[in-house]
Each structure stands twice: as structure tokens, then as C-alpha cells.
């Protein structure tokens, strides 16, 4: 079965300090895909970054990074010098490509909140 | 380009009434999928159309929720009766159908928030 987790319910970071989303994920497709959404306030589920089972680089994307590690079932997200614009609902999400439908399994989500 | 639309943003309804969340994909997108998230948990998958065909609605939690899409353009998501336990954020997603599946990307809408008295 797949399943995402992201033990992280909460979490409080002072403007300007560096914050870790952990997300871990359970599939044994061999093929998959993981994700990561931003949920601002406002409600929309805004996407983030796809990462393909094939691929292992770490990415980043101006403050946000993201370190995909396959050995430990591990997709973290990073950002740098948070704002106070990166408060959120940031859910991480799993899909497995070889059943036909690509529907997405969601971990809990971790609320950030970043202070001024 | 206009993204994913959800209508209404809330509704609240007594049980045993009926409602129904309409979702708006974005314009040429053949995949549509429904999504719930309750009581703060997880985002549960409901179902996913393929333009007007249900590819997998194994997520439906019961016969009380109906989908459909007709003429594979937008979608609606029927609750009749609702019970208490259907509150929740309904949210849609659209995707492209391409060959190369690792471009299915899905991008969801605001979410329609149902509480049920």
C-alpha cells in the first residue's frame, strides 16, 4: 500500500531562519512520483515541484530546496531564510504511475508558521 | 489562463439535505479528479474522470455521493442525503492526458468548504 507521512504537524520559525518539511513515503511501485503543494491561507493547493522515482538530484528554486533520497523513503523540503509569505499548509504527495489512474495519496500536511 | 474553479467556495446545509460542488477544469485538461480532506487529516482521493469516462472512483466513500462530467467539461459532485460525517474542504484537480504520464501534474482548485448542521 502507499502511504505518506509527515510527522511534522506544526511548525514555528522566526523570520529569516532556515526550516526542514520532512516527508516519507511508502510505495512499491518501482516507478512514482512525489510532490509538494503550498496551501496559503486563501485554500488553493498551490503545486510546488514533481520529482520522478528516476530521478535523485536535489533541487532548488530560489529559497526552496528539496532533497530526495531514495535509501530512506525521504523527500524534505527546505526553505532558506524563511518569510513571513511562506506561512502555509505544505502537504506532501505520492502517485504511482503503472495502475492507470494517477490519483494522489497525501500526507497530513505540516502547517508552517513563520513569525516576524 | 484561468486555473481550476470550485463553486461554491462554502456551503452549509443541514443533514439529510442535498447538495452539489461543481469544479471547473482548466481548459483543455482531460483528467478531473475529486478530492476531500476532513477534520484536518489527510487529502483522500475520491475519483478520476477521463473527459466524461470515470477511470477510478474507488475513493467514493458511498452511494450518497454522486459525480459526474458531462461532455467531459466540467464536473459536479453531488451529496444526497448529507450526513454530519461529510463535512469537509471538496477539492477538484485537473491534468493534461499525455503519453508521457510523468508530466501529469495536477493542479486543484480553492476548495469548496461544506459544513453539514
Known amino acids: 500500500a502507499q502511504k505518506v507521512t509527515q510527522a511534522q504537524t506544526e511548525i514555528s520559525v522566526v523570520e529569516k531562519e532556515d526550516v526542514t518539511l520532512d516527508c516519507v513515503y511508502e510505495t512499491r511501485d518501482t516507478t512514482y512520483y512525489l510532490f509538494w503543494y503550498k496551501q496559503p491561507p486563501s485554500g488553493e493547493l498551490v503545486f510546488l515541484i514533481r520529482?520522478?522515482?528516476?530521478?535523485?538530484q536535489n533541487e532548488i528554486s530560489g529559497r526552496y530546496s528539496w532533497n530526495f533520497q531514495k535509501s530512506t523513503s525521504s523527500f524534505n523540503f527546505t526553505i532558506t531564510a524563511s518569510q513571513v509569505v511562506d506561512s502555509a499548509v505544505y502537504f506532501c504527495a505520492l502517485s504511482g504511475a503503472p495502475s492507470g489512474t494517477y490519483k494522489y495519496i497525501f500526507g497530513t500536511g505540516t502547517r508552517l508558521k513563520v513569525l516576524a | 489562463e484561468a486555473g481550476v474553479t470550485q463553486f461554491p467556495s462554502h456551503s452549509v446545509i443541514e443533514k439529510g439535505q442535498t447538495v452539489t460542488l461543481r469544479c471547473d477544469p482548466i481548459?483543455?485538461?482531460?483528467?478531473l479528479y475529486w478530492y476531500r480532506r476532513v477534520m484536518g487529516k489527510e487529502i483522500k482521493f475520491l475519483l478520476h474522470?477521463?473527459?466524461?469516462?470515470?477511470?477510478?472512483e474507488s475513493g467514493m466513500p458511498n452511494n450518497r455521493f454522486l459525480a459526474e462530467r458531462t461532455g467531459g467539461t466540467y464536473s459536479t459532485l453531488k451529496v444526497q442525503p448529507a450526513e454530519l460525517e461529510d463535512s469537509g474542504v471538496y477539492f477538484c484537480?485537473?491534468?493534461?492526458?499525455?503519453?508521457?504520464?510523468?508530466?501529469?501534474?495536477?493542479?486543484f482548485g480553492p476548495g469548496t468548504r461544506l459544513t453539514v448542521l
Open positions: 520529482r520522478n522515482s528516476f530521478d535523485e
Open positions: 481548459s483543455g485538461h482531460d483528467n
Open positions: 474522470f477521463v473527459k466524461e469516462s470515470k477511470q477510478d
Open positions: 484537480a485537473s491534468s493534461q492526458r499525455t503519453r508521457d504520464y510523468s508530466t501529469d501534474t495536477q493542479y
